[in-house]
T-cell receptor, first 117, second 113 residues
Framework: AQTVTQSQPEMSVQEAETVTLSCTYD???????LFWYKQPPSRQMILVIR??????QNATENRFSVNFQKAAKSFSLKISDSQLGDTAMYFC??????????????FGTGTRLTIIP | DAGVTQSPTHLIKTRGQQVTLRCSPK?????VSWYQQALGQGPQFIFQ???????QRGNFPDRFSGHQFPNYSSELNVNALLLGDSALYLC????????????FGPGTRLLVL
């Protein structure tokens, strides 16, 4: 069974600064996918970024980028030039990629990020 | 292009009752997954439906059941409600392939009294 660990329950940063959220996972699979989702107070879970484990290049989406370290089983999210709208719960999630029909997400416990004006 | 929709948004039930939650997937998606998110926790996988069949199930009792219709929409049914079933129930839709991103609906907040 896979596990996902987010060791930072809460973080806060000044607007326009850079912040990094940590995530580690445990799996015996070689093929898998990793995701970061944000959940603002409105509750809607929104995809931030995804990473395929077979790709060495770290994924980027505008101000969001990841540092994927496969050997260390680490998948951190960096938010650059943070904005007030980035305030939310952030969840790291793992999806197996070996077998068709096994596409469930396993989530961490989340990091509550507050952007301070 | 409509995203994933869920109904109702809020629901209050008493212990022992039964509840049905509904989900319509994003246009073009054929797979629906359901998650339970207790307060302050990450979502927990309940089950996934594809081609009107339950394809995979998480560690939830048989009181939790579901259905998928030919138009890919889905229902989650919970029987004999317990206080511990109070949670946010999230529906996610995707295409049926390895690694496909799951897109979430706004959720249904269930309170069991």
């Amino acid at each position: 069974a896979q596990t996902v660990t987010q060791s930072q329950p809460e973080m806060s940063v000044q607007e326009a600064e850079t912040v990094t959220l940590s995530c580690t996972y445990d799996t015996s699979e070689n093929n898998y996918y990793l995701f970061w989702y944000k959940q603002p107070p409105s509750r809607q879970m929104i995809l931030v970024i995804r990473q395929e484990a077979y790709k060495q290049q770290n994924a980027t989406e505008n101000r969001f980028s990841v540092n994927f370290q496969k050997a260390a089983k680490s998948f951190s999210l960096k938010i650059s030039d943070s904005q007030l709208g980035d305030t939310a719960m952030y969840f790291c999630a793992f999806m197996p990629g070996t077998n068709f029909g096994n596409e469930k997400l396993t989530f961490g416990t989340g990091t509550r990020l507050t952007i301070i004006p | 292009d409509a995203g994933v929709t869920q109904s109702p948004t809020h629901l209050i039930k008493t212990r022992g009752q039964q509840v049905t939650l509904r989900c319509s997937p994003k246009s073009g998606h054929d797979t629906v997954s359901w998650y339970q998110q207790a307060l302050g926790q990450g979502p927990q996988f309940i089950f996934q439906y594809y081609e009107e069949e339950e394809r995979q199930r998480g560690n939830f009792p048989d009181r939790f059941s579901g259905h998928q219709f030919p138009n890919y929409s889905s229902e989650l049914n919970v029987n004999a409600l317990l206080l511990g079933d109070s949670a946010l129930y999230l529906c996610a839709s995707s295409l049926s392939d390895r690694g496909e991103t799951q897109y979430f609906g706004p959720g249904t907040r269930l309170l069991v009294l």
